[in-house]
């Protein structure tokens, strides 16, 4: 099974500054057939499910503010918001989908600082 | 629009078993795939399993192996968890999200349900 280890578990970020988080895999998620990375990030109010942000490591979703980005390859990976906005309050987890179980990993929570 | 409209709450006591469904609608159903996640409070998010509408190909994490089965409901387009001998820790919001189409690449988490709350207490 592929281990997804995020860091840190909180930031707290002035706002219009920028937030960085960290998701490091156990075993390479970038699919050789298609050289794309297997690899999401989601965004979770509280009291609302998960929102998809990127997939492939960095395709922004349509609609996703594109102070959203999304970066890195076969094992670690980062996604930065450039400029923080106060509506960007939340939890944010990547996920593994190249194989099963498509796991999570445990979840970084911003705030503003 | 696309959207997946989950049943309501339930509360059971321990050892029950609890089915949640998962109503699609805006898009053709046996043509994505359906995962089901849960969240127990204040905690992450837990991948339980996969299902295939088109012909019901499923697989679960292991971990629920023997207590979870999924199925869909084509002419209903619906799909069903079904959680048997609940213990407290599974108490938690259950998720049906729907992936992106039929190949690898497209196995992300598009669109989700609004999530459903099982409490499991005596």
């Known amino acids: 099974d592929i281990v997804m280890t995020q860091s840190p578990d909180s930031l707290a970020v002035s706002l219009g500054e920028r937030a960085t988080i960290n998701c490091k895999s156990s075993?390479?998620?970038?699919?050789?057939?298609?050289?794309?990375?297997?690899l999401a990030w989601y965004q979770q109010k509280p009291g609302q499910p998960p929102k998809l942000l990127i997939y492939?490591?960095?395709t922004r979703e349509s609609g996703v503010p594109d102070r959203f980005s999304g970066s890195g390859s076969g094992t670690d990976f980062t996604l930065t918001i450039s400029s923080l906005q106060a509506e960007d309050v939340a939890v944010y987890y990547c996920?593994?989908?190249?194989?099963?179980?498509?796991?999570f990993g445990g979840g970084t929570k911003v705030e503003i600082k | 629009q696309v959207q997946l409209v989950q049943s309501g709450a339930e509360v059971k006591k321990p050892g029950a078993s609890v089915k949640v469904s998962c109503k699609a609608s805006?898009?053709?159903?046996?043509?994505?795939?359906i995962n089901w996640v849960r969240q127990a409070p204040g905690q992450g998010l837990e991948w339980m399993g996969w299902?295939?509408?088109?012909?019901?190909?499923?697989h679960y994490a292991e971990e629920l192996q023997g207590r979870v089965t999924m199925t869909t409901d084509t002419s209903t387009s619906t799909a069903y968890m079904e959680l048997r001998s609940l213990r407290s820790d599974d108490t938690a919001v259950y998720y049906c999200?729907?992936?992106?189409?039929?190949?690898?690449?497209?196995?992300?988490?598009?669109?989700w349900g609004q999530g459903t709350l099982v409490t499991v207490s005596s």
């Open positions: 075993q390479s998620v970038l699919y050789s057939s298609s050289n794309k990375n297997f």
């Open positions: 999200a729907r992936d992106g189409g039929w190949l690898p690449e497209l196995a992300a988490l598009w669109i």
């Open positions: 805006g898009y053709t159903f046996t043509s994505y795939g």
């Open positions: 492939w490591a960095s």
């Open positions: 996920q593994q989908y190249h194989s099963t179980p498509r796991s």
């Open positions: 299902i295939s509408p088109y012909d019901g190909n499923a």
